[in-house]
Nanobody, 116 residues
Framework: QLQLVESGGGLVQPGGSLRLSCLAS????????IGWFRQAPGKEREALLS????????NYGDSVKGRFTISRDNAKNTVYLQMNSLKPEDTANYYCNAVRLGLNYWGQGTQVTVSS
């Protein structure tokens, strides 16, 4: 079964950090462009960052610029989202997405809650 599985979410205090993981099973991520998105209740899904198959990252969200970074470890078939200086407005369900030549996979998401 081809799927992406996100993990690493949870409850964190403002100013804290989390690292989310996106693990692919049933296929290899090597040649895929991977993106991280989030969706808060009542809001549209927001693109955050992406990383190409060659490791070039692109930031789409001014709201996370300088705080979130994306990386990949092809040996582990995993892409990461490092989130620092978290704010209450970062509370959302976070999803990863893998795209290549018309193939498109989404994970089920992992919840991040930033609250004191």
């Amino acid at each position: 079964q081809l799927q992406l599985v996100e993990s690493g979410g949870g409850l964190v205090q403002p100013g804290g950090s989390l690292r989310l993981s996106c693990l692919a099973s049933g296929f290899t991520l090597d040649y895929y462009c991977i993106g991280w998105f989030r969706q808060a209740p009542g809001k549209e899904r927001e693109a955050l960052l992406s990383i190409s198959s060659s490791g070039t990252s692109t930031n789409y969200g001014d709201s996370v610029k300088g705080r979130f970074t994306i990386s990949r470890d092809n040996a582990k078939n995993t892409v990461y989202l490092q989130m620092n200086s978290l704010k209450p407005e970062d509370t959302a369900n976070y999803y990863c997405n893998a795209v290549r030549l018309g193939l498109n996979y989404w994970g089920q998401g992992t919840q991040v809650t930033v609250s004191s």
